[in-house]
């Protein structure tokens, strides 16, 4: 197999979800070349430099106020060009980002085969999350390969025609990534940002209890975000016993909104710029409650063990709800005020959750496409 495989990264969760099947591949040998568009630079630099992996290729498309439009339009421009000029075996795209979407619809349109990693997501919501729901699902439509987390992502694409033969239940490489990290960390090979590890020693001396709290998604941006940031202040004002730690999103709409509430002038709460990959998973391990927004993390913390409150109608991550360890509150105010009610009155015993997978997703992905494509 001469041709190389091509593994498209957009944002940092691509990143952390795709290096690890980009290690495996090139430990079976496989023609691979890594393309990271660029869009979210910094974020995306970060995970890379902390696993030394540099890109093949970068197509730089980040500008300011970029939107949905112009990331489609320049990934799919740029594509098309390296494909014409590496001629790939597959194209690899992970998840459900606008640049996998487009990506996959470039590799498509030159007739590639696509290969689509953390399939068999849904909401059955197209416009929640937005954009992802419709672009997992133009994904899906085109791929070739389909690599699935769980049973129940499996059964999704069997129910919407995909050939069972075409579907492989592999695990969720976020857990790759994340035992990874965490063996890391405890090795001390990753160092901890101090002013986070001082905040962290200093509220377990202090026996305060610690929460972590993100939101990023875009259809919060309205009053959906707002309305949970002024729930958070309220709730953080009354339990100066309880910290939070609130890493802000560097989307302009976020900052300002968390400037509008307050919660920045709070002595119980610590606002940050968001924290490297490796600072996140230092969190995720000792904070005592998570409220978030994120897909990604919702795998993660299920996997070390801790409670969530999801700041979302809908997840297509409903393994953490089956399991009892995530409470769906929307952005509704008295839920959100109900569900810390509820963890802050109760002790209950929370445990590891393991239906993301045993952390060999990479390897497996990289032995089916070895086998699939050599005798293709």
Same mark, same amino acid.
């Given at each position: 197999?001469?041709?190389?495989?091509?593994?498209?990264?957009?944002?940092?969760?691509?990143?952390?979800?795709?290096?690890?099947? =980009?290690?495996?591949?090139?430990?079976?040998?496989?023609?691979?070349?890594?393309?990271?568009?660029?869009?979210?630079?910094?974020?995306?630099?970060?995970?890379?430099?902390?696993?030394?992996?540099?890109?093949?290729?970068?197509? +730089?498309?980040?500008?300011?106020?970029?939107?949905?439009?112009?990331?489609?339009?320049?990934?799919?421009?740029?594509?098309?060009? #390296?494909?014409?000029?590496?001629?790939?075996?597959?194209?690899?795209?992970?998840?459900?980002?606008?640049?996998?979407?487009?990506?996959?619809?470039?590799?498509?349109?030159?007739?590639?085969?696509?290969?689509?990693?953390?399939?068999? $997501?849904?909401?059955?919501?197209?416009?929640?999350?937005?954009?992802?729901?419709?672009?997992?699902?133009?994904?899906?439509?085109?791929?070739?390969?389909?690599?699935?987390?769980?049973?129940?992502?499996?059964?999704? #694409?069997?129910?919407?025609?995909?050939?069972?033969?075409?579907?492989?239940?592999?695990?969720?490489?976020?857990?790759?990534? $994340?035992?990874?990290?965490?063996?890391?960390?405890?090795?001390?090979? #990753?160092?901890?940002?101090?002013? $986070?590890? @001082?905040?962290?020693?200093?509220?377990?001396?202090?026996?305060?209890?610690?929460?972590?709290?993100?939101?990023?998604?875009?259809?919060?941006?309205?009053?959906?975000?707002?309305?949970?940031?002024?729930?958070?202040?309220?709730?953080?004002?009354?339990?100066?016993?309880?910290?939070?730690?609130?890493?802000?999103?560097?989307?302009?709409?976020?900052?300002?909104?968390?400037?509008?509430?307050?919660?920045?002038?709070?002595? +119980?709460?610590?606002?940050?710029?968001?924290?490297? =990959?490796?600072? #996140?998973?230092?969190?995720?391990?000792?904070?005592?409650?998570?409220?978030?927004?994120?897909?990604?993390?919702?795998?993660?913390?299920?996997?070390?063990?801790?409670?969530?409150?999801?700041?979302? @109608?809908?997840?297509?991550?409903?393994?953490?709800?089956?399991?009892?360890?995530?409470?769906?509150?929307?952005?509704?105010?008295?839920?959100?005020?109900?569900?810390?009610?509820?963890? =802050?009155?109760?002790?209950?015993?929370?445990?590891?959750?393991?239906? =993301?997978?045993?952390?060999?997703?990479?390897?497996?992905?990289?032995?089916?496409?070895?086998?699939?494509?050599?005798?293709?």
């Amino acid at each position: 197999m001469s041709k190389p495989i091509v593994i498209i990264i957009g944002t940092r969760p691509d990143a952390i979800k795709l290096v690890p099947v =980009y290690k495996a591949l090139k430990k079976e040998n496989i023609p691979v070349l890594l393309c990271a568009t660029n869009q979210h630079r910094e974020l995306l630099d970060q995970v890379l430099e902390m696993f030394d992996v540099q890109p093949d290729v970068c197509l +730089n498309i980040m500008k300011e106020n970029q939107d949905l439009g112009y990331i489609t339009t320049a990934v799919l421009t740029k594509t098309q060009a #390296l494909y014409a000029q590496v001629n790939p075996r597959a194209v690899m795209v992970q998840g459900d980002t606008t640049s996998s979407f487009a990506a996959a619809l470039s590799a498509f349109y030159e007739n590639i085969p696509i290969a689509h990693v953390e399939a068999g $997501l849904r909401t059955h919501n197209i416009y929640a999350p937005f954009p992802e729901e419709a672009n997992r699902l133009f994904i899906s439509r085109i791929s070739t390969l389909h690599f699935a987390a769980t049973a129940h992502n499996v059964a999704t #694409l069997l129910h919407e025609d995909v050939a069972a033969d075409k579907i492989f239940c592999v695990g969720n490489t976020v857990i790759d990534t $994340l035992n990874q990290t965490c063996a890391k960390l405890r090795d001390e090979q #990753l160092t901890v940002t101090p002013t $986070l590890k @001082e905040l962290v020693t200093d509220c377990k001396q202090n026996n305060k209890r610690m929460v972590l709290f993100t939101m990023h998604r875009r259809e919060s941006f309205k009053a959906g975000a707002r309305q949970v940031l002024d729930t958070i202040v309220q709730y953080a004002q009354h339990h100066p016993d309880l910290f939070f730690i609130f890493p802000v999103h560097p989307n302009p709409h976020i900052r300002d909104l968390a400037g509008q509430s307050g919660i920045t002038n709070l002595a +119980n709460v610590f606002c940050t710029t968001p924290v490297m =990959y490796s600072d #996140l998973i230092y969190l995720l391990e000792a904070v005592d409650l998570i409220i978030t927004d994120s897909g990604g993390i919702q795998e993660e913390a299920v996997t070390l063990g801790k409670p969530m409150i999801i700041i979302r @109608e809908v997840t297509e991550r409903v393994e953490v709800i089956w399991e009892g360890m995530a409470t769906l509150v929307g952005t509704d105010p008295e839920a959100i005020r109900n569900a810390l009610h509820t963890w =802050y009155t109760n002790q209950f015993d929370y445990a590891p959750r393991f239906v =993301y997978g045993d952390g060999k997703a990479a390897e497996r992905i990289a032995i089916i496409m070895n086998r699939y494509f050599s005798s293709t």
